[in-house]
């Protein structure tokens, strides 16, 4: 239900929130996104669903605590893709330095610059808590480095093109990478 629930997100905010600065994705681009997404997909649906799934080792409590962190993680996302369609651009290149607003979920400006890819991980890493199986940790993990890549990108963008832009932040993991 997680898996679904992060993916009627996305679809939301793709129809509702986000501003490409490129027409189309490459169809290259789109051949990969779909064996990522749907290879992955079907490898922890059958490693979830499976008759000889077990549930993880602290049961219901670790369920719980992993659902809230969940949860919390996908409002953060959501928010900070909110705040990110506010700040002004020229095409795919910054005119304004993202600052946290009033929500608290933006409050990770603080420290990283690109809070919506520690907030995916974030999720992520609790669906792997929840689900307790090796494939969703692997997707985490896999995820993690291309987001990695992402906002260190990203990153190096904002530091060259935004003289106003904090020093102190990082690019995924506050204070770390």
């Known amino acids: 239900m997680c898996h679904s629930l992060h993916y009627i997100k996305r679809l939301v905010e793709t129809i509702f929130v986000h501003r490409f600065s490129h027409g189309t994705l490459p169809v290259q681009t789109i051949m990969l996104n779909c064996l990522y997404y749907w290879g992955f997909a079907a490898w922890l649906a ?3 669903n499976h008759p000889l799934y077990t549930t993880p080792t602290y049961g219901k409590p670790q369920i719980c605590c992993a659902l809230f962190s969940f949860l919390v993680c996908e409002c953060g996302n959501f928010s900070i893709h909110l705040a990110l369609n506010q700040i002004r651009c020229n095409g795919a290149r910054p005119r304004q330095t993202p600052y946290p607003t009033k929500n608290p979920f933006t409050w990770l400006f603080f ?3 690109c809070p919506n ?4 991980v974030g999720a992520w890493l609790s669906f792997a808590v929840m689900t307790q199986c090796v494939p969703v940790a ?4 896999v995820g993690f480095a291309q ?3 992402w906002a260190r990108r990203k990153h190096r963008t904002y530091l060259e093109e935004l003289k106003d832009y904090p ?3 990082s690019a995924i993991v506050p204070l770390f990478l």
Not at 117 to 120: A, G, L, P, R, V
């Open 46 to 48: 059958y490693y979830i």
């Open 111 to 113: 420290f990283v610059s």
């Open 117 to 120: 890819y520690t907030y995916e």
């Open 138 to 141: 692997l997707f985490t993990f």
């Open 147 to 149: 987001m990695t890549i």
């Open 167 to 169: 020093e102190l932040r």
